[in-house]
């Protein structure tokens, strides 16, 4: 179960074969095109990457296609960081400052700012 619901530019894709397969296929081809088998067996790399039974899913719907897998950053920073991840860990992980990373997170209301030391509790 995901602690940061995905956004509705990806329901294509987690309507069908769910959020967390959905987050293996933007981890792994985010940001490319990805074509999908019309017959994905377990042999096939992305039946490997997600599992046989979502790739058969894809194949139902987008069989002999490419599709454009999206980046999907500022959900992806907000899981990671709801998943206890630390800011430059998410950084690396999507190629990102640190900075922007406090941004997406801050827009997010998902940012502590620092307590004054010398206000009245």
């Known amino acids: 179960m995901l602690e940061v619901p995905p956004p509705a530019e990806l329901e294509p894709w987690t309507s069908r074969i769910g959020a967390e397969a959905t987050l293996k296929l933007i981890e ?16 096939c790399a992305l039946a490997r990457e997600i599992g046989l039974e979502a790739a058969l899913t894809l194949a139902a719907s987008w069989g002999g296609d490419w599709l454009r897998v999206p980046l999907a950053r500022n959900w992806r920073v907000r899981l990671y960081r ?5 800011y430059p860990t998410i950084a690396r992980k999507l190629g990102l400052t640190e900075k922007a990373v406090w941004g997406h997170l801050n827009a997010a209301s998902m940012t502590r700012r620092q307590l004054d030391l010398f206000s009245p509790s």
């Open 28 to 43: 792994r081809h985010g940001g490319t095109r990805l074509y999908i088998p019309k017959a994905p067996n377990q042999g």
């Open 82 to 86: 709801a998943r206890g991840d630390s």
